[in-house]
């Protein structure tokens, strides 16, 4: 171990500079902060947050899997169960909130990863998971605060340790070590890093391109009285501070931790506007909720409540997540799902809502390599790429054009006829020349595909396509797949003929 001594403090230039040479050298955060920039991104555009944050989170299988799981789970029972899409997911719970969700679980599964770093690492990205279980309770205990957006800030709280404790353990051994020699963990920190861990913090949100609000929470607040309610910033640097010190103390497992958190709730109480026994009970919640959604975080042994039992952690089984691996073998149910999402949601979601739920229902459902929504736009003559699903479709969307002048193939045969029509093998000798060029040039690799064609009124105004690669097990389109198909498709197009009528310039602006 290097002692201290021997190396002298560091500039805060030479430490960031050394702290990103080994963020190329190792890689980014375990499964983590290589997905802040495009939740972050979905999460704050403008334009189809809510699509973009669906496509974000369906590139996950076991990020996909768990947002469902908790999306339906009693924290969210208020918005009632059932829910078999993220697209109704977001719906339902909002861009921010499934947002943060993401940011969250994607910091579990780091967990794991971690394992192989050093002990410290893990710790830290552990405590960080509590210290945001923490603040969703506490939040909840406020009731005028947003809970999602104070979750997220508290699991970040600690970022600038997360950061050390695995890319510069080194450093971060000497500073124990200093420690250890009596000096507070700030002093030490600065002494040898030449700037605070909270500093290394917001620099790393700066580079990850979070929001300067939520950067702004990324520092220690100390207690202390306050003659009116803070301000929104304010009051979530104070929460993720309550909440990171009660993980530290919970996940420490020392003899005195329930005193420690008493003593924690009772000085905070008064700056976050809620009762000492409210802020105990809510650590004491999130202690339980956190064991019971993920097994792999550490299990907190000590009671924080008085009278209350520590209870034995339940093994939970994981489900192994659907992959891209082709067609799951309950297909049919899985279109049902959606379907029956579709259902609920068509008298309050919007037609781009619809069109993304259908479109991830037949993605998920028949685990398609690509799902594209085409749409027709009747100015320009042409079926343009609107919404897709699957790696590498986003770049192609370009090239996914066409003109809906009749030509002898198939996609012009399925919207002419209104019925869907399943391709099986499109490599076949004697049925290429049914396949326009564009099709051919932009997806060279896709062995069978479906067309799903949307007619209004006679008129074709779009078309749901999906397909498998060569590289997917040779699947088909079964018989008991084509009824919840069919109803998917009649929800849509009545969705789009009844914003039509309302809105006659609807299509021009989806196009």
């Known amino acids: 171990m290097a002692n201290a001594a021997q190396t002298g403090t560091a500039t805060p230039e030479q430490t960031m500079e050394l702290l990103w040479q080994r963020v190329r050298q190792r890689g980014d955060l375990p499964g983590f902060s290589k997905v802040v920039g495009a939740i972050i991104g979905a999460m704050r555009g403008e334009d189809d947050r809510e699509f973009n944050m669906t496509k974000t989170v369906l590139q996950d299988p076991a990020l996909t899997q768990k947002v469902l799981r908790l999306a339906n789970s009693a924290m969210y029972s208020v918005f009632g169960q059932g829910i078999n899409t993220v697209s109704k997911a977001v719906i339902v719970l909002g861009t921010e909130a499934i947002g943060h969700l993401a940011l969250g679980l994607k910091l579990i599964d780091g967990l794991s990863n971690a394992s192989s770093a050093s002990g410290a690492a893990r710790v830290e990205m552990e405590k960080a998971v509590m210290a945001g279980h923490i603040a969703r309770q506490v939040a909840a205990a406020a009731s005028t605060r947003d809970a999602e957006e104070a979750v997220v800030c508290s699991m970040l709280h600690s970022l600038g340790r997360m950061m050390t404790t695995f890319y510069l353990q080194d450093r971060w051994q000497e500073i124990q070590a200093r420690c250890t020699e009596g000096m507070p963990e700030a002093d030490a920190a600065r002494a040898v890093l030449g700037l605070g861990l909270d500093d290394i913090a917001r620099k790393a949100a700066q580079q990850w391109g979070l929001p300067a609000g939520l950067i702004d929470t990324l520092q220690d607040v100390a207690p202390k009285p306050v003659g009116e309610p803070l301000d929104h910033n304010?009051?979530?640097?104070?929460?993720?501070?309550?909440?990171?010190?009660?993980?530290?103390?919970?996940?420490?497992?020392?003899?005195?931790?329930?005193e420690r958190v008493t003593a924690l709730a009772a000085t905070y109480a008064d700056m976050l506007g809620v009762e000492t026994k409210d802020l105990l009970a809510a650590v004491d919640s999130a202690q339980?909720?956190?064991?019971?959604?993920?097994?792999?975080?550490?299990?907190?042994t000590k009671a924080v409540l008085p009278g209350r039992k520590p209870e034995p952690a339940k093994e939970e089984k994981q489900e192994a997540p659907h992959a891209r691996g082709g067609k799951p073998v309950d297909a049919a149910k899985r279109l049902g799902d959606g379907v029956d999402d579709i259902r609920d949601a068509v008298q309050t979601a919007s037609t781009g809502q619809l069109l993304s739920m259908a479109l991830e229902t037949i993605y998920q459902g028949l685990g398609f390599s690509r799902a594209i929504a085409f749409l027709r736009n009747q100015e320009q003559s042409s079926y343009t790429a609107r919404m897709c699903f699957g790696d590498g479709v986003q770049e192609l969307l370009p090239r996914l054009i066409f003109g809906d002048a009749y030509q002898p193939d198939v996609f012009h045969a399925a919207l002419a006829n209104d019925?869907?029509?399943?391709?099986?093998?499109?490599?076949?000798?004697?049925?290429?020349?049914?396949?326009?060029?564009?099709?051919?040039?932009?997806?060279?690799?896709?062995?069978?595909?479906?067309?799903?064609?949307?007619?209004?009124?006679?008129?074709p105004v779009g078309f749901l396509y999906g397909d498998w690669d060569i590289s997917a097990p040779l699947s088909r389109v079964e018989p008991a797949e084509v009824g919840p198909l069919n109803e998917l498709r009649l929800l849509v197009v009545r969705a789009i003929e009844q914003r039509r009528q309302m809105e006659p310039g609807w299509m021009r602006r989806m196009s």
Do not use: G, Y
């Open 234 to 258: 304010d009051w979530l640097a104070a929460v993720s501070t309550l909440s990171s010190r009660c993980a530290d103390a919970i996940c420490a497992d020392e003899e005195d931790a329930a």
């Open 288 to 300: 339980r909720t956190a064991v019971a959604e993920d097994p792999r975080l550490v299990r907190p």
């Open 419 to 459: 019925k869907m029509i399943f391709v099986e093998n499109a490599l076949d000798a004697n049925f290429v020349s049914k396949v326009p060029r564009w099709w051919k040039d932009a997806l060279p690799s896709v062995r069978s595909f479906m067309v799903l064609p949307l007619t209004v009124n006679r008129q």
